[in-house]
Structure formats: C-alpha cells, structure tokens
C-alpha cells in the first residue's frame, strides 16, 4: 500500500472540484498542530484520493502502523497494491524509520486514517522569565586591587519576548505527544514547550554573561541572533526536540532589573564620575548643615559630624562648601573703594579742672587770709613784746633794737 502522486504543485480550484470527495485537511490555523481524517466507514479504499496543502505533512495509517508518509503538497491516489512511496517531502529519511510496525498512544487496531501535521512556523509565542535571573554585567566591572584583575557587577534580571516553533520531525511528535486524537492543539503543549524554552534561555545568559562573550546586560534584546546560535551550538533546546519540535525563532523584547540591582548600577556609576559624585556630597553637607542648625540640643555634635564628613572626604567638602556664588566673588573685577571725604577731628576733652570755689567762698576764704598776711606784717620786740611801727628801728618801750 502507498502513495501515487497524481498532481504535482499548488491544489487549484479545478484540482479541488476534481476531487471534491477526497481526503483533505483545508485549514490548519496556528494553534491547530495535528488534524485526524478518515472515511465514514474508517477504511481508506484503494484509489481514493488524498490532498497535501502547502506547509502540511500527511501521515497514512494503517492497523498500527506508518504504512505512508509525504510532506509535498499536491495531490495523491492511494494504490493498496504499491510500496510506499516514503521518499517524498522533507521527512523522507524520518519516514523510512516508521516502515515498520510504529504503535502509537492508545491506537486501536483495524482503523485507517490520514493524519495531516502542521509544519509550519508556530508564531506569536511569548515568554517571560517568572523570578529575577542571575546576571554577571561585564559593562560594569569591578576591579580588584589585592589581585589586579576584574569582576563582573553581577545583578538579576527578569526578561520578556516571543519564539517561534515547528514541528521537525512529525513521526516522533506523532509518537511522544499527539498519538492519534482526532485533533491536537497548541495550547495542550504550549506550558511544557514555554517552560522548556526559560530552562533553555537562562543558560543562554549563562554564556552571554560568562568572560567570552561580556556581552552587557541593556544589550540583550539586540542579541537575537546569538541567542539562537548558542541554543543551537550547545543543543539547550535538547528537551524540546525530544518531542519532535525545535525552535526557530527567539528574540527578548525587553529586560527589566530589580530594584537592588538598579541600585548598584547607579552607585557604580556614581562613583565613577567625580562631577556626579561631588553634586551629590553638595546634597548630603547642605542637609547635614540644616539637620545640624534645626537640633538645639545636639548642634556642636552636628557640626562636629560635618567636619569629621569633610576629612573624610580628603577636604573635599572645603571646596564643596565655598559653593559657585564664591567662585562668582571671586571671579569679580577688582576696583578701588572710592576715598570718603575726612571727617573733622573731633578734640577729646581735656580732665575737667578743679572746681572752682564759689564768689562767696573765695571771698570769705581772703578774709581769713588778710589778717594772715596782716599777722606776719606786723613787728614785735624780741625783748618786751612790744608792737612797733613798721618803720621804727628801735623798741619805743625798752629801747631794744628791732630786727
């Protein structure tokens, strides 16, 4: 039994009212994988006629067993009588391996039916990593002095995209997922494919993250086409095509880091650009400056934290505290201060003087002294005691000579 290819090509509209009681699957959107067809009676008789679409794959089965395969569209005439053609499609190889008996997930004995596979690319599948993945970002190295080499800043990051998929080898899916439902969807694979496909991807960041590639982190959704490539090259995708799909498409749309790694990102480029660094101890000497003014009890301890902050700093606070309006003063033109008229000396007053007596007491006081004076003018004679005259030179009384 097999196949005899009857028309080669696209299936135009003459083909289709040509063979309007042939086995066909007409459309397969893309959440539809696998389509069972068969007869009313479930036996496919000799020279009925079976319709490959483009992108389809047709697997005849009979009694248990793969008794032909094609994935060339066009249009065939089973012949019971013919050996099975095998080598026609993409899969020739893939089917030879069927020939013998191939049994698949709850087949039933004595049924004959046509299953047609969806082999073309799957779109629109998104996937998003659930927690933070670990991420050495080489963009940010850390350089260590004890050993003079480099470490990567390692942060975590969630990233979000789509990939697309395919069925490549239509007898193992048939084998391992489908069996022979009368239809097989995407969405009962889709969990188990996207979970596989992060397992897959968070060892693809491994490699992009590891000393070869260094590839930086906000850089990753430009990495569609290395992403792939490792995939491939270091077969991560292996649990995928055990079910016969792989992957052919995969881009990260977006990639968004927690906040503590955002954190590190900002340190790490504040430390390493001096005009943002010292902005930022501008920031932090005028709040300690304030919090220092508004604490009453505890000010000389706050401007006492202030100076031990700035030789912390290596003095940088002392330029950090002139601030740009000194820069300004002293960037101003230098003038000469306009001369001020003198002003008169005033004269200090001299000690007062002694007080001057009153009239009346000056006057009493020469009083006094008159008869003084008038006491010490008058002469006496040293012998008798006699007054005698100014101009007498002998006493009138005793006749002693006056001095």
Request: charged share 20%.
């Amino acid at each position: 039994m097999g196949l005899i290819k009857a028309a080669i090509g696209a299936i135009g509209s003459t083909m289709q009212d040509q063979w309007k009681e042939a086995i066909r699957c007409e459309n397969m959107p893309n959440d539809v994988l696998m389509v069972k067809k068969t007869t009313p009676n479930g036996v496919i008789s000799n020279k009925s006629t079976i319709i490959v679409a483009p992108g389809q794959c047709a697997i005849i089965y009979d009694n248990g067993r793969v008794i032909d395969a094609t994935a060339e569209e066009g249009a065939y005439t089973f012949d019971s009588s013919s050996t099975p053609s095998f080598f026609a499609g993409q899969f020739g190889a893939v089917f030879k391996e069927m020939w013998q008996r191939f049994t698949y997930n709850g087949a039933t004995a004595k049924q004959q039916a046509v299953f047609f596979f969806n082999i073309k690319e799957i779109v629109d599948n998104k996937f998003g990593t659930p927690a933070p993945v670990p991420y050495q970002d080489w963009s940010h190295p850390i350089p260590n002095q004890m050993t003079g080499t480099v470490t990567p800043l390692r942060v975590s990051v969630k990233c979000f995209g789509k990939y697309t998929f395919k069925i490549s080898n239509p007898a193992l899916f048939m084998n391992v997922m489908s069996g022979t439902a009368d239809i097989y969807r995407k969405d009962l694979v889709i969990e188990q494919i996207r979970t596989e496909v992060i397992a897959s991807f968070q060892n693809v960041l491994n490699e992009l993250g590891n000393s070869v590639h260094k590839v930086p982190v906000l850089e990753l959704p430009s990495q569609t086409d290395e992403i792939k490539e490792i995939m491939d090259e270091r077969v991560f995708d292996e649990k995928i095509r055990e079910r016969g799909i792989s992957l052919v498409g995969f881009a990260v749309e977006s990639v968004t880091l927690d906040e503590e790694s955002e954190k590190k990102i900002d340190d790490y480029e504040l430390s390493s650009n001096a005009s943002m660094q010292q902005g930022r101890l501008v920031g932090a000497y005028a709040d300690a400056v304030k919090g220092a003014a508004n604490n009453s009890n505890g000010a000389a301890q706050g401007f006492m934290g202030i100076g031990m902050m700035n030789m912390a700093t290596g003095g940088m606070m002392g330029g950090v505290t002139q601030g740009p309006w000194q820069n300004q003063n002293n960037q101003q033109p230098q003038y000469q201060q306009p001369t001020q008229p003198a002003q008169p000396v005033q004269e200090q007053p001299s000690e007062p003087a002694e007080e001057q007596p009153a009239p009346e007491a000056k006057q009493e006081e020469q009083v006094q002294e008159q008869p003084q004076q008038e006491a010490s003018k008058a002469r006496f004679c040293t012998e008798c005691g006699e007054k005698a005259d100014d101009d007498a030179k002998f006493c009138s009384k005793c006749g002693n000579k006056l001095k």
